[in-house]
C-alpha cells in the first residue's frame, strides 16, 4: 500500500473557485483503495461552509515559524466519501469570503504558510505519504521546503512530488526579499535555475523545478506550453523538463453529473429519451428565466468565470449579430466588471432573448448543462476546461476553440464521415467563431437527425476518471515502484 497525500487549495464539495476544485474532489476516489490510501489536505478557510466545518474533527495543533513570527496549525480531519480530509486551521490566514483575495503578496504569505504546514503536520497525523501530489501555485513551495527539510532528518528523506498545472497563467509572483522573507528558505533556492524568474522569486516555477514529475491536464496544453504564446514566460523551463512532463486529461464525476440521476434538472433523460426529455429542461428554464417561451430556438449556454482566458472578448464582438438570429443565450458567470456588465447590457438589451446570472450557483449551473442545445466556450487558451465535458454529458453540444483540453475532448462535426460531438474553430477570431456558430445553428435547424445523432455521440462519450485515473496510477508507480 502507498499514501498519496494530495495538496490543493480548492476541493468540492468543500471550497471551489474553478475547475481545480472538481479534480481535486474527484480523482482520489477512483484510485485501487488496495494499491493506494489517498488524502487530501486543504485549508479550513473560514468562508467553509458550516455544515462541514461542524462536522470536522480536532486533531492537534502546534506552532510554526512563518514571515518572521510563531503562527498557530490547528489540524482537522473529516472522512467524506471513504476519503481522508485533513484541514489546517489558522484564521488570521483563512478568513475572509473567499480563498483568494485580490492582494497577491497576501496570497503568497497565505499559501507560503500553508505549504510549509502540509510539510509539518506529517509527523502529527500519523501518515507519512510516499508522495505529495501538489496542484498549482498555491502548492509550489511543498516541493521546495521538501528539498530544504530533508536537513531535518530521516522523515522527509525520499518522499516524491508530483506537480500538476492546472493554469500556468497563475504562478504566485512576487520581489524576492519579500518572499524570501516569509518563507525562511536561505538563499541557495532565489536563483535563476531555482526558485527566480526575470528577477522576482516564482512559487511554481520551485514547483516544477523541485517536483519529480510535472504533469498538466491535457494533452495538447502540455506541448503548447513549451512555446511563448501558452509559456507566460516558463516556456523554456516546461521545454527543459520536457523528459518529466506529461498532459493527463481530467475525467468528470459522473455520480455529481449525471443526466438520468441528477436531481437539480427538471426532467432527468438519457441517451435513449433525450429527444422527449431534454427539451423539458429547456421549456423549464426559460419560464425560470423569463425568457420567450419556445421550445424549439436554439438555447446556447455558458457557465464561466468571466475572464479573459475564456475568449469573451469575442462573444462581445458577435453578439449584436448572434442576437439577429433565432437563437437564446443563457450566461451564468462572475468575474471582471467589464464582462459582468458586457452581458447585463445585452440582457437588457435582447430582453427574453439572453439571459444574465451574474451570480455563483452549482444547481442553476447544472440546469443550464442540462437545457441548453449548445455551449459556447471560445477560449483564448484552455488547460484542460471540465465544463465542455459537463455539457456533453448532458448532450448540450460544445462550441469551443481548438486550444488545450478543448482540442482534446471535442471531436468537430465531420458531416461527411458522420461524426464528431461538437464544433470548434482555429483561430481566435470572432467572425470565425460567428461563422461556427451559424453552422450550429444551420444543423441544429436544418438537420435535426443529424443534430440529435451529434447529441447521442456526446452522451456517450467516456469522460469518466477511469482512463486518466489509470495514467496518473501508472505515473505514481513510475516513481514508487509497484
Ligand atoms: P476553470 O477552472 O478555468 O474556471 P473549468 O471548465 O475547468 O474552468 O471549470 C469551471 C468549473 O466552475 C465548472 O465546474 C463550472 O461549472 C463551474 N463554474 C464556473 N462559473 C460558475 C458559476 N457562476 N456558477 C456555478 N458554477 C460555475
Ligand atoms: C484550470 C483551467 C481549466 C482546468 C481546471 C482543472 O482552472 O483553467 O482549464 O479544467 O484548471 O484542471
Known amino acids: ?22 479534480v481535486v474532489g474527484s480523482l482520489p476516489k477512483n484510485f485501487d483503495k488496495e494499491k493506494y490510501d489517498v488524502r487530501v489536505v486543504l485549508p479550513k478557510y473560514t468562508c467553509i461552509n458550516a455544515k462541514w466545518k461542524d462536522q470536522m474533527e480536532y486533531i492537534d ?58 510539510l509539518s503536520i506529517l509527523p502529527v497525523i500519523d501518515y507519512r505519504p510516499d508522495l505529495i501530489h501538489c496542484h498549482d501555485w498555491q502548492t509550489g513551495l511543498i516541493p521546495v521546503y521538501l528539498d530544504n527539510f530533508r536537513f531535518l532528518g530521516e522523515y ?29 528558505l536561505p538563499d541557495y533556492y532565489f536563483v535563476p535555475d531555482k ?19 510535472v504533469t498538466t491536464v491535457s494533452q495538447t496544453y502540455a506541448e503548447e506550453i513549451k512555446t511563448a504564446f501558452y509559456g507566460e514566460s516558463l516556456d523554456g523551463l516546461m521545454s527543459a523538463r520536457s523528459n518529466d512532463l506529461c498532459g493527463i486529461v481530467n475525467g468528470l464525476d459522473y455520480d455529481i453529473y449525471c443526466p438520468y440521476k441528477d436531481e437539480r434538472i427538471t426532467r432527468q433523460f438519457s441517451v435513449d429519451d433525450f429527444r422527449k426529455n431534454k427539451p423539458l429542461n429547456k421549456q423549464a428554464l426559460q419560464e425560470e428565466l423569463g425568457l420567450e417561451k419556445d421550445p424549439k430556438v436554439m438555447m446556447i449556454g ?36 467589464k464582462y459582468e456588465n458586457m452581458f447585463r447590457y445585452f440582457a437588457w438589451k435582447y430582453a427574453g432573448k439572453v439571459a444574465a446570472n451574474i451570480f455563483y450557483s452549482e444547481d442553476l449551473s447544472h440546469r443550464v448543462y442540462a437545457s441548453c442545445d449548445a455551449f459556447l466556450m471560445p477560449s483564448l487558451f484552455e488547460p484542460c476546461g471540465l465544463s465542455q465535458l459537463m455539457s456533453l454529458r448532458y448532450g448540450t453540444i460544445p462550441i469551443v476553440r481548438e ?33 461556427t456558430i451559424r453552422y450550429a445553428e444551420h444543423i441544429f435547424y436544418d438537420k435535426k437527425r443529424e443534430w440529435n445523432k451529434i447529441v447521442e455521440r456526446a452522451m456517450e462519450a467516456d469522460f469518466s476518471w477511469k482512463n486518466s485515473a489509470k495514467q496518473y496510477d501508472d505515473l505514481y508507480t513510475s516513481l514508487l515502484g509497484e
Open 403 to 435: 486550444t488545450g483540453g478543448l482540442k482534446d475532448t471535442v471531436e468537430p462535426y465531420n458531416e461527411f464521415e458522420k461524426t464528431g460531438t461538437g464544433f470548434s474553430f482555429t483561430n481566435y477570431n470572432a467572425h470565425e467563431m460567428l461563422g
Open 156 to 184: 522527509y528523506r525520499g518522499i516524491k512530488t508530483v506537480m500538476t498545472i492546472h493554469n500556468l497563467k497563475f504562478q504566485g509572483v512576487w520581489d524576492t526579499k519579500s518572499v524570501q522573507y516569509i518563507t525562511g
Open 1 to 22: 500500500m502507498k499514501n498519496i497525500l494530495f495538496a490543493s487549495s480548492e476541493c468540492v464539495p468543500f471550497i471551489k473557485t474553478g475547475g481545480l476544485a472538481d
Open 302 to 337: 455558458m457557465v464561466s468565470r468571466l475572464t479573459d482566458q475564456k475568449g469573451f472578448d469575442l462573444v462581445d464582438c458577435i453578439m449584436d449579430d448572434l442576437c439577429q438570429d433565432a437563437v437564446q443565450i443563457v450566461v451564468l458567470g462572475t468575474g471582471d466588471a
Open 195 to 213: 526558485m527566480e524568474a526575470y528577477k522576482d522569486a516564482n512559487l511554481l516555477k520551485g514547483g516544477i523545478v523541485y517536483a519529480d514529475k
Open 61 to 118: 495543533h502546534f506552532y510554526m515559524d512563518i514571515a518572521g513570527s510563531d503562527q498557530y496549525v490547528g489540524i482537522l480531519k473529516y472522512v467524506y466519501e471513504s476519503i481522508t480530509f485533513y484541514f489546517i486551521d489558522n484564521e488570521y490566514y483563512f478568513s475572509g469570503f473567499a480563498p483568494y483575495d485580490g492582494d497577491p503578496k497576501w496570497n503568497i504569505e497565505k499559501f507560503a504558510f500553508f505549504s510549509k504546514a502540509v
